[in-house]
Structure formats: C-alpha cells, structure tokens
C-alpha cells in the first residue's frame, strides 16, 4: 500500500478540464497487527534502540521487532513486568531497557535479563533519558521521580511540582527537564526544584500529552486543543484549521530535518521545517485512525502506533511516484519535457498530461492531439512544445492544442525525436526517415541521403554544431550538409540506438536495444556489455545528474553509474569506485521496467531531480538525496538453540555435551526492505565453506564434536548498496567428563601405569624364573650330576670280570648324565637365545655324526632372538632324535643339516643320502608320532620325504616367537 502527500509545482496558464490534484507517491505504507506476531493492537509507545531493535511497548506486553519476527514479553514468561500494559520506554546511557507500565510500576532489561525496579507509584507515563544519562520517570498521581547512578529522587508538591498527574517529560536545551501535566500545563526541573516556564501567554494549553524537542531552540507540545509550536520568539497553536487531522496531539517524532510527524486522534500529519507562522503541514496519514505513538528510525522509515489498528510503517523512498491512481490518463508513460516556465509535460500510452502548479490536466485526440500514444516531446525557442505520435504530429500553442496535418507537409507515421537546428528548422525522426520542416517547406531523408536506416529514433546536437542521428541499424551524424555513418564494431551485440546523449564534456552517449551502453569520446567508439558489468544490454535512455554520475534507464529499474566506473572498465582496469546501482520497486520507481523507444525517455529538470517514465507510471529521484551508499545493518545473533532449548547469547555460546542440534537465529537489523536482504553463514572449524541462505535467517547444525568454534553470519544488499556486513560469535561446545583431554590424559597415564606396572612384574617374575632356573640347573650339575659322576667312576674301577649288572648301571648312569647335561643347558637361562640354541645343535652334530661327512648352514636365522622354553625343550629332542634316526636307519655318508628364518617362520631340514624307504609301505612307529606332538607343541609341522635308495629329508617348520 501507498500513502500520498501533496506537491507543490509552478503556476502557468493550462487550461483542461476537468484538472485533478497532484498526489505523489512518496512513502510505502506496511501494517502489522497479531496475526503478524504483535501482542496486541493498540501501541502505546514505541523506541528504536542502539542495537537497532525496535520496541513496542502494547497493552499486552512488549514486543521487540526486527522487521520480519516479533518477541513478546509478557506476564507469561517474564515476571519482572508486573503488568502487561506498557506505557512508556526508554533506553539509558548503559543500553539498558527501561519499561514503564500502566499498574505495575517499572521494569528494566539489562543484557537480557529483566528486574523490577521499586517505585512508590505503580502509574507510569512517560520514560526519559537526559544527557547526564540520568533516567527520568512520570506518574499518574505521583509526580515525577529520577534514577542517578543507583539513587532515586522524587519531585513532588514539595519540590514546587503544580501538579503530580505528569504526562510528559522533554530535556531542554538549557538542560532543565519540561514537565508536562494534565491541569497545570508546562513546568520544569531544575536542580532540586520545580518552577514554571517562564512563557507568559505564549504557553501550550493543559494538558500536554506530549513533549518533543526540535533543532535551534523550537519544541513542539501535542495537547488537546492542538499542536503548539514553541521557538524562542514564542509560540503558536496549529489546530485542524492549519490542516492538522484532529486537534487532540498524541503523539510526536522529530524527522531529523527540522520538522515533527504528528499523531492524532484521527490520522499522522508531518510538520515541515519553518518558522510557525509560515510553516505549514503536507498530506494525512492514516486518516480517521487514532496513532498513540510515533517514532523515526535510524533509516528514515516513520513508524506509527495505533489505537486498535496495529503498528504502521511508513516508508520514505528515494523515488515518488506519479501513476494512473493519481489522475495519469494512462498507466505507461513513453516520455517526459520540462518547459521554460516550470510545466512538466508527460506522453503516455492514453494521451498527453501536464503537471502545473498543484494540478494534472490531460489531453487526448479529441482536444487536438494527433493520435492517443505519445512518442516524442520537444520545446522550441519560441516556447512551443512539439508533441509526436504513433500518427503524426500535434503542437501547444498559445494554451491550446493543434494538430498538424498532412496537408501542410507534416510526417503521419510514428514520430520518435525532434530537434531544432540553428536556422529554426524543425528535424523530426520518424519511423518513415528523417524529415525537417522549415520556412523554405518539408524535406524527408533515407537510406538514399546515407543514412544506415530509414527508422530514426535519436536526435542529439554536439557542442561542435553537428547533428547526430541514432538509428535502427547505427549511427550517423549530418555535418556539412551531408550525412555520414559511423563504423560500429563487428562484435557490438546490437545496432538499434535508443537514445543520445551529450554530456557537458561533448562526449556522446548512446543507448542501444540490446548492445549495452556506447560512448564517442574524441571519434573513438566505447562500448561496455553485461560482460563488463553493465546491468543490462538495453539502455532506454541515459541522463546526467552534474556529479559525473550517469543515470540510465533499462527494462531492471533505474542506474546509478559512475563516468569513472566505466572509463575504467572501458580501459580493462579493475574500478576504484563503486559499480552501478539499482532502484527499483522497492525504492518508490512505480515499475523497475522503464519505458523508451520515444524520446525523451527521461529528464532532468532545473530542480535537479530526474524524471523516469515506467510502464506504471512516472517515478521522480533527487539525485542529491538519493543515497550513494546506504548504511549497513548491523548483523546480530538473536537467538541460540541446543536441542530446542535457549542458550545465553555473547561473546561466547556455550553448548551443554552431548545435544544434537544447534540452531543459531540472526537478523539484519533494517527495516526499509528486510525481505530483499540476503544472508550467508559458517561455522568455523566445522565446515570449510559458506552456506548461502537466501533470505532463511536461521543455520542448522547437527552433532557439533566437542571444541571451539566460530560463527559468521554475513548480509548483503542484493543491489549492491553496501558491503558485506558480519558478525561472529565464538563458540565452544562442551565435551562429557570422559571425552575431555584432561580424562582422557588421565586414562592413558593409568594405562600406561598399569602397563609399566604389569611389565615390571613380569620383568621380576622373569627374573625370579632365571634365578630359580640358574639355581636348579647349578644343583643339578653340582649334586646330581656329581653323584652319576661317581657312580660311572666307581663302575669302571671295578676288576674284572665286571658283572653284567655293574656295567648296565654304568651304562644308565652315563646315559643319565646325558640327558642330564641337556637338561641343565635348557633350564639355564643364560641359553635363551637363538645363537646359543646353534652352538649346541652344532655341538650336537660334531658329537653324533662322527665319522660321517655333513655340512651345518645356518641362513638368516636372528641369533639374539629369544626362543622360549618350550622351543627350545621340543627342538633340540627333535634334532637329536632325527640325526639319530639317519645314523641308525640310513648308514648314510653325508648329512645336509640347513637352518633358515623365513617371513618370521624357522625351518630346519637335515637331508642324507642314505638307503631311504618307502613311505608308503612303512608303518608309522612312535618316533614319528613323537615329532609331531612336539612339532605341534612349538605350533609347526614335521614333514618326512624319502624313497627307497635316495635317502631322506625331515623338514621341520615352526613359527619365531
């Protein structure tokens, strides 16, 4: 929805009936209410705070808005507010909140924390904070009290207060706080008393509902009787009679530029900047509606609280609007001319218009107009305004229109462009060529006189005298009596010109249908495209605003280009200055699709604003006031989730172990267009890129591991009007007990305790085996051994004959002492090793193959490799056993003994070449089944190869500990 304000023009003699009143287009009206998220209807107050949330203080609760989402506080979820009717705010030096109420007193938010703040009255009607960051607070009854660094104060009947019902309270510039009462007007504080204002007559009437300082010493009072402005010279009452809606003043907000936004009880009315007597009020907002509450953000939006009706936002834009709502006689508008005296003329697709004074006439083909759709406007040094059609050609002359016709010569067809040359000679360009009228008659030009085409849709004179003619296929200019064309380059997308344009330095622009953008600087021809950064590659019509910005229309909306921005793309330079930018719909244009293919397709008029036609309408922009770069929102984390519960907001978020889900909410804090704005986010340390968000302001994050992160949330202005704004929070997700460093720390010291633990105990264990081992085989040699010794020496000491007996137990006392030797060598700890288990087999094979020729080869086998026990108690039997079974067995006359390591395996093979036998014929004894139990013991096989008269191979393989 639109709100309209009326617009003051320049007076000349138009004369058309019926003529309407100019109503412009310059603020955007949008409404909220409680199906929109607002607590209530009826706003009572309403604050901006300096981290840009906007506070609605409601009849049931408060709420803050962001622009697209409402918090409510109320009695539901906030007991700090003793009651839900919230009658005034405040924000103090700090930042902090402070909310007053209608019964329960007043309230304050700090860093997301609510309290209630003791008062003796419980009626609070206004909130105010004073320069010294003192906060001030009225009663209803109670008079009027002040907080100061943690003290509280009182102004009462006592301290000179003439009435304790207060309704409004206004730091003045002496530094004195206005009190405004309900029976006994004005009054101020200064130091510990009150006094009266020394105003004499010049006094508001009581009550005074409402305070409002103004620039240069002027204040304004909202009363019941009307709106009093106050200057130092005096004073005046503005009543409805001065244009105000209702006298009955509610509520006040100074625009920053000298002048109040007025609510009354039945509609907003914005008081301008002047002096009283002269100044006066534009345009009713909200008509017949009460506004309770006004306030003007840090972006110019106006925002008004309403008795039952919502909160209303009202938009200025950069661009007003003029459409068919307004009195257009037609929607589209083709073109647009300025005249000498200050009419803005306006061709349209239904007929001719023309803004004058405070009134829009309109004119069609019944009052002399060639023909209803308006291609072309042009003003002559004599004053006249030549108007061309899609069938001829029509003149204003003299207050009255007047068509020309056929039969004095004038051209039927479309009419694109006019010009006037220096003899007065009228050029016009035509769909049928160009035709110039002048004393000496009509002459017509084509494709035949050198011109690229017969449809001309540009005319544009250059300081140096020569005329240049766009056409449908190119560029051409008349000099010297003759028409040339202009070389286009090969790779120019498009040849249709649009418009011309000569700037103050005499270089040429040229709009084309669909070529981009052209340039004749010193005869050079520039071009720039989409490629190079140019919005779009049909340009309507290209105007000047006298900043060396140029201003062009395309079918996207209205552009901003800097002269610098495109020298530099031109020369292939990265730009020093910012690129184009955009104003459309959401910045008052009636439609971002501009209207050309007549001229001309804009203008700039001496005010220097500049006119844009639409296909809905007209839009007009100050480029002196449309802002160059607008002021980034602030990016601010709102909310944090950890499994659908809040959590703190700061510097640093602090996630509980173990959630799921996080879930961080952030906004842009503006309000002029919150839904075109575009979000991105990160989490630092958890994903590598960017998610782009769109317009979504919520992240979403499942199962977060334990650490330390960041949040970034950035916007950006789809048009490019500011840079990239962030803002970051750390944030650390706490891990369990268990999965913390100092745990698991903790765990692996007491494993690696418990390990040295057990392995020091194995070591004294091991120990304490070798000793007792080394004790056992040393009383074994020393006792036992030395017993059998004796034994044998005293069997050979016998004479003979020596009794059978006596030498049997000689024998088993020598075998004994055999088998013992073997048994203190294997428990002896100090032969573990591999190399010692080698010095005795080869030992062992000196000893049993005496007499037969053998060879001992040992390969790679590790000799400091410890073998245990139960190797060496199985391998040094098997070897025995097997040599001993190839000396009794195979009578041979060689024995191959090979001891190899393998992929940590051992493999001992003793090959001879005695008689051999047949495997298959034999039958397996207790010997062999005595190999591959210990073989099975050491965890190996045992295998025998053999054939009758080629000897035998036992191959034993067993694994390396």
């Given amino acids: 929805m639109w709100v309209v304000v009326l617009v003051v023009g320049v007076t000349a003699a138009v004369k058309a009936a019926p003529p309407r009143p100019v109503v412009w287009q310059t603020h955007r009206e949008r409404r909220w209410d409680t199906q929109d998220g607002l607590p209530d209807n009826t706003i009572n107050t309403i604050l901006q705070t300096r981290d840009g949330y906007l506070w609605l203080g409601t009849d049931r609760g408060l709420a803050r808005f962001d622009g697209v989402d409402f918090e409510v506080f109320d009695a539901w979820n906030t007991g700090a507010l003793h009651s839900e009717r919230i009658s005034a705010l405040a924000e103090d030096a700090d930042g902090g909140l402070w909310i007053g109420t209608k019964g329960g007193g007043l309230s304050r938010l700090v860093e997301g924390r609510f309290s209630h703040v003791g008062l003796s009255s419980q009626f609070i009607t206004a909130l105010c904070g004073d320069r010294e960051g003192r906060v001030w607070a009225a009663t209803a009854g109670g008079g009027v009290f002040v907080f100061d660094e943690g003290e509280v104060r009182s102004y009462t009947a006592s301290s000179g207060l003439p009435d304790l019902f207060v309704l409004s309270l206004m730091e003045g510039t002496e530094g004195a706080m206005w009190v405004g009462m309900r029976d006994a007007g004005l009054a101020r504080i200064v130091g510990d008393r009150c006094e009266p204002l020394p105003l004499g007559e010049s006094a508001p009437p009581a009550p005074v509902r409402v305070l409002c300082a103004g620039p240069e010493g002027r204040w304004w009072a909202g009363t019941a009787a009307g709106l009093w402005v106050g200057e130092a010279a005096g004073g005046r009452l503005f009543t409805q009679q001065d244009g105000l809606p209702d006298d009955q003043v509610q509520a006040l907000a100074p625009d920053g530029a000298g002048g109040v936004w007025i609510g009354t009880r039945r509609g907003a009315v914005h008081w301008r900047a002047g002096g009283a007597e002269s100044a006066g009020t534009a345009g009713i907002w909200l008509a017949g509606e009460s506004v309770t509450a006004a306030c003007l953000d840090r972006e110019g939006n106006v925002w008004l609280g309403t008795e039952g009706a919502g909160l209303v936002q009202l938009a200025r834009m950069p661009v007003a609007s003029l459409t068919a709502r307004q009195g257009l006689s037609h929607e589209t508008v083709q073109c647009v001319l300025e005249d000498r005296t200050g009419r803005v003329w306006l061709g349209t697709a239904g007929g001719l218009n023309c803004l004058s004074n405070r009134w829009l006439y309109a004119w069609g083909p019944a009052d002399g107009l060639a023909q209803e759709i308006v291609t072309a406007l042009f003003e002559d040094r004599r004053g006249r305004v030549w108007i061309g059609t899609q069938g001829g050609v029509s003149r204003w002359e003299e207050g009255r229109l007047v068509r020309c016709p056929a039969s004095e010569g004038w051209p039927q067809s479309s009419v694109w462009a006019f010009l006037e040359d220096e003899e007065g000679g009228l050029w016009m360009g035509t769909s049928e060529g160009l035709w110039r009228r002048g004393p000496e008659?009509?002459?017509?030009?084509?494709?035949?006189?050198?011109?690229?085409?017969?449809?001309?849709?540009?005319?544009?004179?250059?300081?140096?005298?020569?005329?240049?003619?766009?056409?449908?296929?190119?560029?051409?200019?008349?000099?010297?009596?003759?028409?040339?064309?202009?070389?286009?380059?090969?790779a120019l997308l498009a040849r249709i010109i649009l418009c011309l344009h000569v700037d103050g330095s005499g270089d040429l622009w040229c709009g084309t249908l669909g070529g981009g953008l052209l340039r004749v600087h010193h005869g050079r021809l520039d071009a720039l495209s989409v490629r190079d950064g140019l919005p779009d590659n049909t340009i309507l019509q290209v105007l000047e605003d006298g900043r060396n910005r140029l201003w062009l229309t395309t079918r996207r909306g209205l552009f901003r280009v800097a002269k610098a921005w495109f020298e530099q793309r031109v020369r292939g330079q990265k730009p020093t200055v910012p690129g184009p930018q955009r104003y459309g719909e959401a910045d008052g244009l009636p439609s971002d699709q501009c209207r050309g293919f007549a001229q001309p397709a804009g203008w700039r008029s001496r005010d220097g604003r500049l006119w844009v036609p639409t296909l809905r309408g007209v839009g007009v922009i100050d480029p002196d006031e449309a802002p160059v770069e607008e002021t980034p929102p602030p990016v601010v984390i709102k909310q944090v989730l950890a499994d659908n519960e809040l959590l703190p907001v700061g510097p640093v978020i602090r996630v509980g172990p173990g959630r799921e889900r996080l879930e961080f909410r952030f906004v842009a804090l503006s309000f002029r267009a919150p839904e075109r704005l575009r979000f991105r986010y990160r989490l630092e340390g958890f994903e590598a890129d960017w998610t782009d968000a769109g317009t979504r302001r919520v992240a979403y994050y499942t199962r977060?591991?334990?650490?330390?992160?960041?949040?970034?949330?950035?916007?950006?202005?789809?048009?490019?009007?500011?840079p990239e704004q962030e803002t970051t929070a750390a944030v650390v997700v706490l891990p369990y007990f268990w999965?913390?460093?100092?745990?698991?720390?903790?765990?692996?010291?007491?494993?690696?305790?418990?390990?040295?633990?057990?392995?020091?105990?194995?070591?004294?264990?091991?120990?304490?085996?070798?000793?007792?081992?080394l004790r056992i085989a040393r009383d074994l040699h020393d006792e036992v051994g030395s017993n059998l010794s004796s034994i044998v020496l005293l069997s050979r000491m016998a004479p003979p004959p020596v009794p059978e007996e006596l030498a049997d137990i000689r024998r088993v006392a020598e075998e004994t002492i055999e088998a013992l030797r073997d048994l203190v060598w294997l428990i002896n700890p100090e032969h573990d090793r591999m190399g010692h288990v080698?010095?005795?087999?080869?030992?062992?094979?000196?000893?049993?193959?005496?007499?037969?020729?053998?060879?001992?080869?040992?390969?790679?086998?590790?000799?400091?490799?410890?073998?245990?026990?139960a190797c060496r108690q199985n391998l040094l039997p098997v070897f025995k056993e097997i040599l001993h079974n190839a000396i009794r067995h195979g009578r041979p006359r060689r024995v191959e003994i090979r001891l190899a390591a393998r992929n940590r395996r051992l493999e001992l093979s003793v090959r001879d070449d005695g008689v051999g036998f047949d495997p298959a014929t034999a039958r397996p004894g207790d010997g062999l089944r005595n190999f591959q139990r210990r073989a099975a013991e050491m965890g190996g096989t045992i295998d025998v190869e053999s054939a009758p008269g080629r000897g035998t191979t036992v191959t034993l393989r067993f694994p390396l500990p």
């Fill in 739 to 773: 999965e913390t460093a100092w745990f698991r720390f903790g765990v692996v010291g007491l494993l690696a305790l418990t390990v040295l633990s057990v392995h020091r105990w194995r070591v004294a264990r091991v120990r304490s085996l070798e000793r007792l081992r």
């Fill in 838 to 869: 080698i010095a005795r087999m080869e030992e062992t094979a000196r000893t049993m193959l005496r007499g037969v020729e053998y060879a001992f080869h040992c390969e790679g086998v590790p000799r400091e490799q410890p073998l245990s026990l």
């Fill in 704 to 722: 977060v591991p334990p650490g330390t992160y960041r949040f970034r949330a950035a916007v950006t202005h789809p048009d490019g009007r500011w």
């Fill in 441 to 490: 008659g009509t002459a017509r030009y084509g494709v035949d006189d050198g011109l690229p085409s017969n449809d001309i849709r540009a005319l544009a004179r250059a300081p140096d005298g020569r005329m240049w003619i766009g056409t449908a296929h190119g560029l051409a200019y008349l000099e010297s009596g003759r028409f040339r064309g202009l070389p286009m380059p090969e």
